[in-house]
């Protein structure tokens, strides 16, 4: 259906359906249809739509202070969600920054690490180092940070000059035959010469993904890689950045992924699940040290934003986090997680174009492949996960595919991401309708 519109959508040529009611896993458009949610929009909806608390806690915020420019105030809100944030983060991770979203984030981790760095008088210090098949924000620093050609293409005088790694993604790019220690220590090996042929002096920090959201598909790290990571960020003095903005905030079944792999970075920056879609919020979390330096030295973080810190974004984002403490959310996580990856097995393991099933917790992933035996992709001009998508919303189900050509990647892969309320009939509908998804869209572009 197409509706005259003033508005600049994404794809100018087409106006998508209009969402008219979200309730729970379902959303209902203008049309009547009906899509269960699979993928939170972007792994966003992490509490479902139309959530009572959230709701309550908005609207009675929105009857104490709507807003309140930082400027002049704080807010009682505000403060208690950096309490909260704080008292739940690991380590000494116990100063947050709130922004409106993940690419703010972003921008704010990269400001903060350069100024850690200007307030010591290291003024020279101006790389950052990032990974090949990434993605960080569409803002011109959190893209310049990221690796997706396709997104970067027509930005790119535009864009600072960012180091290159390879992607911890061991599907894609471990060799047959080779040990998964041997992989890893080869990345940090790399990452270790990077950071030496570039100067450590020269460098602000290193920032990746914990658990690979869009780009690649819920791809977790291998064993050890982030203690390595922390531990050469550590013997060179550069600053460790997860961009959590995708996997944080309890979509892996712990607040945090990287609580998973033992290490404690000096900035995360969040979104997505930070608000859970109720309201547009980020947030970079910070260390002790990082703000201490601040606060010796000029005493001022020379950045901020008209929204930052806005109360009903804080009210919508301590509701978030006190459902998910008081209703056990990161346990469901764990076990419906792994129930989903078992339902997802049973359904795909012996799928001829699924060559992985990935992920962790409830973000998860099936990388669609032409053969399995040598993992080869699709042609990208299929645009395979562009039908995947579409066949599966006629299907009645919300995924979350990406494809194409990712600065170095080929293949295509369906991102799942579901509500963490989503019962074991939800996930079983989940795979039902993706099963039937699938081989309507496979059948229209498989050649012959
Ligand atoms: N980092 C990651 C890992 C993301 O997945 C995203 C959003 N897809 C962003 C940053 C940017 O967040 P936003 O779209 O809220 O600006």
Do not use: W
Request: hydrophobic letters at 40%; glycine letters at 10%.
């Amino acid at each position: 259906m197409h509706h005259p519109t003033h508005l600049i959508h994404r794809d100018l040529r087409r106006t998508p359906p209009v969402a008219v009611c979200a309730f729970g896993l379902q959303v209902r458009d203008s049309a009547g249809n009906t899509y269960l949610d699979a993928s939170g929009g972007a792994a966003v909806s992490s509490l479902g739509h139309g959530h009572p608390d959230v709701l309550a806690a908005m609207q009675a915020q929105l009857k104490v202070a709507a807003y309140a420019h930082t400027s002049f105030f704080t807010t009682e809100v505000a403060e208690e969600l950096g309490d909260r944030l704080a008292q739940d983060a690991p380590g000494d991770l116990n100063h947050a920054y709130l922004v409106s979203g993940g690419s703010e984030a972003v921008e704010a981790a990269l400001k903060l690490a350069r100024q850690y760095f200007v307030e010591n008088g290291e003024t020279q210090r101006r790389v950052f180092i990032a990974r090949r098949q990434s993605y960080h924000g569409n803002t011109l620093g959190a893209l310049a940070l990221g690796g997706n050609e396709y997104r970067r293409r027509h930005f790119e005088p535009l864009l600072m000059d960012v180091a290159r790694v390879s992607p911890c993604f061991e599907y894609r790019e471990r060799r047959a035959g080779q040990d998964v220690h041997e992989y890893t220590a080869n990345l940090l090996q790399e990452l270790e010469t990077k950071i030496i042929d570039l100067g450590p002096q020269h460098v602000i920090g290193f920032c990746a993904e914990t658990v690979v959201g869009a780009t690649s598909g819920a791809v977790p790290p291998t064993p050890g890689y982030f203690k390595g990571v922390r531990a050469l960020c550590d013997k060179y003095g550069i600053l460790m950045i997860a961009d959590e903005v995708m996997c944080g905030m309890g979509r892996t079944g712990t607040l945090y992924a990287f609580e998973q792999d033992g290490v404690v970075p000096d900035l995360v920056a969040l979104g997505k699940g930070l608000g859970a879609g109720y309201q547009p919020i980020g947030a970079v979390i910070a260390r002790d040290h990082v703000v201490q330096r601040l606060r010796a030295g000029s005493g001022v973080f020379q950045h901020g934003h008209t929204y930052v810190g806005h109360p009903v974004a804080a009210a919508a984002a301590l509701a978030v986090q006190k459902v998910i403490r008081r209703d056990c959310l990161l346990g469901a996580v764990t076990v419906r997680g792994a129930a989903f990856r078992r339902m997802l097995r049973e359904a795909f393991a012996m799928h001829p174009h699924v060559g992985d099933i990935r992920g962790r917790g409830m973000l998860l992933a099936l990388e669609l492949v032409q053969e399995r035996d040598g993992k080869r992709p699709f042609d990208p001009d299929l645009q395979v996960h562009a039908a995947v998508k579409e066949a599966c919303l006629e299907c009645g189900l919300m995924v979350y595919p990406m494809g194409g050509t990712i600065d170095g990647r080929r293949g295509d892969h369906v991102l799942l991401a579901p509500p963490f309320i989503a019962t074991e009939a939800d996930l079983q509908q989940i795979v039902a309708r993706l099963a039937d998804g699938l081989e309507r869209a496979l059948a229209r572009v498989r050649p012959g």
